[in-house]
């Protein structure tokens, strides 16, 4: 069964979260991961959050335990370290289930 994550994000800066989503990429793909759908939002109608989120989309992963391989892998890290915290404000796990 694969595992996948919906999530919802304030961008603030695209420019830097373009270049996160290049960084990071081959080093998800390497381990099987993909994104599923992807939306720029511009109204939020209902939230169980004060977060504001502009962005959803889902992340797949073979498995949970590769997912967290994903997550704390020093490449991973390096290129959210230097791109992902000055383009996000928010981050809003919605779900994470196996599917």
Do not use: C, W
């Amino acid at each position: 069964m694969s595992y996948e994550r919906i999530m919802g994000l304030e961008i603030i800066n695209d420019g830097d979260y373009q270049k996160y989503r290049e960084g990071m990429m081959p080093i998800l793909h390497s381990l099987g991961g993909s994104f599923g759908f992807d939306f720029k939002v511009n109204e939020v109608l209902k939230s169980k959050t004060s977060s504001s989120i502009n962005r959803v989309f889902t992340i797949e992963f073979p498995s949970k335990k590769i997912m967290e391989q994903f997550f704390t892998d020093p490449e991973y890290l390096a290129v959210k370290a230097k791109y992902f915290d000055s383009a996000v404000r928010s981050v809003t796990i919605i779900s994470m289930h196996e599917k």
